[in-house]
């Protein structure tokens, strides 16, 4: 924790949408970091820092032991942002799009307030100078509106045509079969036009389709409005966690069907066997950065269940080796192999060739790397990025051997909907065609 930063109480509970609307969404740079909104458990984080060059970020060393509590929860300072899937790519040794990719954006954190979703406390951190003030006027801060329905009615433009991916599909499944990859997590793009309002945006996001990892980060005209329900990468108490998502099914319209549906998920051998190589996958990962016999699968297979979708949920963790950065445990699980695939570096090869252009923040990381040496980062899914023409939309899944093209097109039909439609945008006419399951 920077020296000068100290945390003061608030009077009563406010509403992190309140304090970000009435205080700091007008900031030149800030973040929202969100456990959603209703939520009982969990942290969120409302503020504003100054702009800062990723490299500051990667050097940074990861506590091994654990840290010295304090009231404002596990964020305690340090820098707030996120980090991109080309340059990630790029370092492992893989071929990299750059044309239309959007680099990493990170912010030092100067002043905020912490929320305590299970207390329902909250606390205001700045220097010491002006952290009362912040208390008192976060206590009563009040957004100005909440965020109206959008009335563009506009369609995205699609990078590739369902057509088009479903025989990417085919090629991805022609790799697995001479061998190349076992698994492949193949993605496409979904851009939008014109000018938006990122608040606006990302209270559309949030209230459709609230998540545990949500959150949006901005300096100037770039923004990351996120929805995401993956947490990547967490390092605190000494050790790393990681918590890959593979296998997807949408809501049902009654719950007989919604049951229906998570036991189809929990049972589908093809979706476990993915998420499986996946697990194996990041266990080998965190074991370049963990003491030996450390790392242990906590969690295999559980279902978390979101408005939109269910999802089938692992967790992997080991006890961090003393002395590693920011830049080992990205080195060694970045790009996550939830976003690229098995082997990780034959994958990438292998999906800069079919999918023909970059990625940008989507299959990235974001979140917050702390001074203290603790980190929590999460993937970039369900999410857009905003940007001075325009925005887009990323969204794919896993293909293994066992793969249904057209189920798997109807998988990203169903992921890109939601964050486009808080876009005020539809998808393309003949991805709106595409039979989601």
Excluded at 67 to 88: K, M, Q, S
Excluded at 354 to 364: P, T, V
Aim: aromatic share 8%.
């Amino acid at each position: 924790m920077t020296d000068s930063l100290v945390a003061v109480p608030l009077a009563r509970w406010a509403d992190p949408a309140d304090v970000h609307g009435g205080i700091f969404a007008r900031a030149y740079a800030g973040f929202w970091l969100d456990a959603g909104p209703r939520s009982e458990e969990g942290w969120s984080f409302v503020g504003e820092g100054a702009p800062v060059a990723a490299e500051e970020v990667r050097p940074a060393r990861l506590a091994s032991e654990p840290r010295t509590p304090w009231p404002a929860g596990p964020f305690r300072g340090g820098r707030v942002g996120w980090f991109d899937y080309e340059d990630a790519a790029a370092r492992a040794g893989a071929p990299v799009h750059r044309r239309g990719a959007e680099s990493a954006l990170w912010i030092r954190a100067t002043r905020w307030v912490a929320f305590d979703h299970a207390r329902r406390r909250a606390w205001a951190v700045a220097p010491a100078s002006e952290a009362a003030a912040l208390a008192t006027r976060a206590a009563g801060a009040r957004r100005e509106t909440d965020a109206p329905a959008s009335d563009r009615v506009v369609r995205a433009n699609a990078r590739h045509g369902p057509d088009e991916y479903a025989a990417l599909i085919e090629s991805a499944r022609g790799a697995i079969r001479e061998g190349d990859a076992y698994q492949l997590c193949l993605t496409t793009r979904f851009d939008v036009a014109g000018g938006f309002d990122r608040t606006a945006v990302y209270a559309r996001l949030r209230a459709a389709h609230p998540a545990h990892h949500g959150g949006l980060v901005w300096c100037a005209g770039r923004a990351l409005a996120s929805a995401s329900p993956e947490r990547f990468l967490q390092v605190a108490d000494g050790r790393v966690s990681t918590s890959p998502i593979k296998g997807t099914r949408g809501r049902g319209a009654t719950a007989e069907e919604d049951a229906a549906l998570i036991a189809e998920l929990r049972t589908s051998e093809k979706e476990r066997a993915e998420n499986i190589m996946i697990v194996d996958l990041m266990r080998n990962d965190l074991s370049r950065v963990c003491t030996p016999g450390s790392v242990g699968v906590d969690a295999l297979l559980e279902v978390e269940s979101y408005p939109a979708v269910h999802q089938l949920v692992s967790t992997v963790s080991g006890r961090l080796a003393p002395g590693i950065t920011v830049d080992d445990l990205l080195d060694a699980a970045f790009p996550a192999g939830s976003m690229t695939g098995a082997p990780k570096l034959s994958a990438m090869t292998i999906l800069h060739d079919l999918e023909g252009a970059s990625r940008g923040a989507f299959a990235g990381c974001f979140g917050w790397v702390g001074d203290d040496g603790t980190l929590d980062l999460a993937m970039v899914i369900r999410s857009i990025v905003l940007h001075e023409d325009g925005a887009y939309v990323g969204a794919g899944g896993g293909i293994t051997w066992k793969s249904a093209a057209w189920e798997e097109v109807g998988e990203v039909a169903l992921k890109a909907r939601g964050p486009l439609a808080a876009l005020g945008a539809g998808l393309p006419a003949e991805w709106a065609r595409v039979e989601v399951r």
